[in-house]
């Protein structure tokens, strides 16, 4: 955990793209719940099977989402960079994380406390509308994506 | 209606026979990907003549013909350069050649990349897998005067990191400062340490300006839809996207039809496209 | 056409006109009754034309049945066109030797005889020019149908008899020949008398014309010869509603109406067989054993077979639906696009011909007449 001040927080989470263009309070009642963070390359954020307790916005650095598969050891299925964000399981019961996260680089995050949001988002309906409205295009264009990359468009090795 | 017109009086066409096959030479054969070779070959003649995107039609004695694009530098005045994936028993007689065997060409054919409009602007180019090969000659043309363009980016997508075609180049371009190369496979292996999902991830990553770039698109047909999709919603216009199609083709010239996509002939209307021109006929199934 | 300007010839001299050509060193070709149908084959006499015949056509369905006069041209179209000739079904388009680590490439020149047709019909005209445009017209050239096209010469005959499947007059090809022969003849038969009125389209038609027993046409025999054109074309069998089907196609691609058809086609590909502006043809390598000889043979294709779209991995169009699709919507529409006109001349063969007797007029009109709004 990093030493942040609450205004240099507020100015992080509101120069953050996923942030883009929010309004000053509801900056504010983010970094209420959020803190930042820091993780050295090789080192998991989180592991398959925990509790979604946070979901991260990515400052710096890259993140690979891994499945334990036996006899292959962990298999990379997506890599997540700087400006993006990671974790969509806390959104709903029963708020359990369904893949390992490492940082593949050294990694800076936002951390956002998934329980506190929640609160807030209960607390003020307008909040929680906006915070739906943001993560909503970022789920669909992730499940664009990964059904593409069923896909297997460059066709079985011959 | 329509008046019957004598030969005579008809299109000057083309005084030698188009389906004849020239005589070239194999200088030296690269495994450039998994079962996928580049061939050198002497064109005596014809060598730098040629626009990236066009294709030959490579003929193995004896077993038949296959268009396949030019895929090195056009300024090579010394021999012309093809990348074959061994997938059917043409490609795979032509990857078995050996260097100092003789195959037949017919080319060039088709339509290339629109080299002249891209002075002065942003170029984005979108590959996926063997995709690559037809963009090579573009890149190289690109380097060769680079203060003449804008930012240059590469977004390259495989199936796996076993499917990278030109491993050296592609990791010697990485290292320019003068060139944007990004790339991602859609299955990971252990000892990939790059991004991993899908190419059109890869670009709202890229840096250009959506105003004035021009884009550039070739894969499989599916992957350029959808690469297309992303570089529309990064706000690029139709007009400024191209991208290279493929049929299956027997004369290269437009006659034998088996090309056609609606009204257009892929060896002669294309193969390379500006989208706004197949933008209907793609959202058609099975045209 | 006045009097003056037309001429009439007797049998005998259609004969001579037969000889001539022979003797100028054509090689004749014409229509002959061979298989239970009426067929292009080489001609030396009249006796080898269909004297006395007519055909019966439907959906599906072709006969030979006995006229009850002896006229030579008083059928429609049979399965074959010209294209047999023009744009042959097989040929050779190069050899290869191989030897001593070289290897030789050598085209065809064989040179042939002209050729010479007779009984060319208005809609068979347009067919020749359709394909003159698609072979000819363009950047390039198809080398062996220019060699078959060059110096040509076409006696056509102005149809006394619309076909149970003909739809020129709708497409506006026909019955009557316009332009692309050498000479066209209407067949004159009375009791009594059994003679053609030739009107002459080349120099070198009036050349032969001249060199054959003629007299004037009277104005009777002029006034005869249209009527009998007017009557064909108030008789054609079916109609095509021809000025916007280019549009209609092109803005229906989805239309239900393709399934409909796929259910029923067989995707036999005789369609593409017996059209006489169908031009697809597919290239395959040929070698002797030991592989120092090689040729590449060109012969022809259809769009309805599996392989025609196929690109590794499988074909574009693998449904009935999408290749029925393709040959209808290229037939009628893109070919305006790639060549300016329609590529249908209303011969009806492809209605003929189909063993399930599908129509393109009743498809046309099906998808007009139940467009979505």
Known sequence: ?158 | ?287 | MNAAQQVVLGLSALQALLDRLKGRGYRVLGPTVRDQAILYDDICAISDLPVGWTDVQDGGHYRLTRRDDAAIFGYAVGPHSWKKFLHQPAIRLWSAKHEHEQIRVTGETEAKAPLAFIGVRACELQAIAIQDKVLLGGTYVDAPYRTQREGVFVVAVNCSVAGGTCFCASMHTGPKANAGFDLALTELLDSDDHRFLVETGTELGHELLMEVPHRAATQAEIDAAQAIIARTAASMGRKMQADDVRDLLMRNLQHPRWDHVAERCLTCGNCTMVCPTCFCTTVEESSDLTGTETSLWRRWDSCFTMDFSYIHGGSVRSSAHSRYRQWMTHKLATWVDQFGSSGCVGCGRCITWCPVGIDITEEVQAIRESEPQ
């Open chain 1, 1 to 158: 955990m990093t030493d942040t001040t609450t205004a240099d927080l507020a100015r992080i989470i509101k120069e953050h793209p996923f942030f883009a263009g929010l309004d000053e309070r509801f900056c504010d009642l983010i970094s209420d719940c959020a803190t930042t963070e820091q993780f050295e390359a090789n080192a998991y954020l989180f592991h398959e099977g925990e509790q979604a307790n946070h979901f991260y916005l990515l400052r710096h650095g890259r993140v690979a989402l891994e499945i334990k598969s036996p006899g292959h050891g962990s298999i990379v299925i997506q890599t997540l960079r700087a400006g993006e964000i990671l974790g969509v399981s806390w959104l709903v019961p029963p708020y359990r994380l369904a893949v390992d996260a490492k940082a593949i680089e050294l990694t800076r995050t936002i951390t956002v406390n998934a329980a506190c949001l929640q609160g807030k988002c209960d607390e003020d309906h307008d909040f929680g509308y906006e915070m739906m409205q943001r993560f909503m295009p970022i789920l669909v264009q992730r499940l664009h994506a990964t059904r593409l990359q069923l896909l297997d468009v460059y066709g079985a090795k011959s």
């Open chain 2, 1 to 287: 209606m329509f008046m019957a017109q004598s030969p005579e009086t008809l299109g000057v066409g083309v005084a030698a026979d188009v389906m004849l096959p020239r005589i070239a030479r194999v200088r030296g054969l690269r495994l450039d990907g998994p079962e996928t070779w580049t061939l050198d070959v002497e064109d005596e003649g014809n060598a730098g003549s040629f626009v990236p995107g066009q294709f030959n039609m490579m003929t193995a004695f004896g077993v038949g013909e296959v268009p396949i694009s030019f895929s090195g530098d056009p300024s090579n005045a010394d021999c012309v350069t093809h990348t074959v994936r061994a997938v059917g028993h043409v490609s795979a007689a032509l990857t078995r050649l050996e260097p100092g065997d003789v195959l037949g060409l017919r080319g060039p054919f088709g339509t290339g990349w629109p080299m002249a409009e891209m002075a002065g602007r942003d170029v984005v180019i979108i590959a996926g897998g063997l995709g690559l090969a037809p963009l090579r000659p573009v890149l190289y043309h690109l380097l060769a005067q680079r203060d003449r363009y804008g930012n240059v980016a590469l977004l390259y997508g495989t199936r796996s990191p076993e499917d990278v075609l030109y491993h050296q180049e592609l990791r010697s371009w990485g290292g320019r400062s003068d060139l944007e190369v990004d790339m991602t496979v859609d299955h990971a292996t252990t000892t990939w340490h790059g991004h991993v999902g899908v190419v059109t991830t890869l670009v709202p990553h890229a840096t250009f300006d959506p105003i004035n770039a021009i884009a550039l698109v070739c894969g499989p047909e599916i992957m350029m839809r959808f690469a297309i999709g992303a570089l529309r919603d990064a706000g690029v216009a139709d007009e400024a996207i191209y991208l290279s199609m493929e049929r299956n083709m027997k004369c290269a010239v437009g006659f034998c039809g088996h090309c056609q996509f609606g009204p257009l002939f892929v060896c002669r209307d294309g193969p390379v496209f500006r989208y706004d021109r197949v933008r209907t006929l793609l959202g058609v199934k099975e045209l």
